[in-house]
């Protein structure tokens, strides 16, 4: 008899328990219930391919509601949970960065914030804080529309690898 996966438990969890599962993935709880609602999943993949549709779907506010899970780039998440663990390794390419590059970026952070009123979210993992930084430059010469498509693949990009995380075998 096989060992059971973190996917098998979730697809019988009582959805309470699911619904905390997937909100450490991402924080819009429209997308934890879709996500809830078409279980039972046979494979990583299949869980990301549903997850990719359900945050194609989603509306501004609901994508607002994941973003606000995420700390600015080169703030460390605070608290035990998974999900603040997981924000701390993503963004450790900022472990090394210089005073000076973590001080543009709290500046770009900010100049981000004001133009388009929501964190900066980029999928960090493997990126320095150079590189961070340089992408958010070239960001603010985004249009709002443009940005909006931009967040929503760097999103659907973080979901993936927390899906991965959460229910690789």
Wanted: one cysteine or more; aromatic letters at 4%.
């Amino acid at each position: 008899m096989s060992e059971e996966t973190a996917l098998d438990r979730l697809n019988v969890a009582e959805p309470e328990a699911a619904e905390r599962e997937l909100l450490a993935c991402c924080g819009s709880r429209r997308w934890a219930d879709e996500l809830l609602a078409r279980r039972p999943y046979h494979d990583l993949a299949g869980l990301q391919l549903v997850s990719h549709t359900v945050l194609g779907e989603l509306g501004q506010a609901d994508v607002d509601e994941a973003l606000a899970a995420h700390p600015r780039i080169g703030e460390r998440a605070t608290g035990a949970g998974r999900e603040a663990g997981w924000s701390r390794a993503e963004q450790s390419g900022t472990a090394a960065a210089s005073a000076e590059t973590l001080e543009d970026l709290a500046a770009g952070n900010f100049v981000y914030e004001e133009r388009f009123g929501h964190v900066y979210l980029i999928c960090a993992t493997g990126l320095s804080a150079e590189e961070m930084l340089h992408a958010l430059r070239e960001r603010l010469g985004n249009d709002p529309d443009t940005e909006r498509e931009v967040v929503r693949a760097e999103l659907t990009k973080i979901v993936d690898l927390r899906l991965e995380k959460a229910f690789a075998p």
